[in-house]
């Protein structure tokens, strides 16, 4: 399936959830927001959230400095 993340298009396997995403793109846990097709997904929902060909998911990391 088709899905395009942060504005750039990735080829998945069907059954895919958000967390499997994650761990594809190999974004360390931490403070991470996740927009699925204009909607906030709640942290708790990233394994039961399943992704579907053409969805458009925007992804921010916050990162802390000092």
């Not at 396997?13 to 499997?20: A, E, P, R, V």
């Amino acid at each position: 399936m088709h899905i395009i993340v942060n504005g750039t298009c990735h080829e998945l396997d069907t059954n895919t959830n958000l967390q499997q995403l994650l761990e594809w793109l190999k974004i360390a846990k931490g403070r991470i927001a996740i927009e699925l097709n204009g909607e906030i997904v709640p942290k708790s929902q990233f394994y039961q959230q399943q992704l579907s060909s053409g969805d458009k998911i925007e992804i921010v990391q916050a990162i802390g400095g000092g």
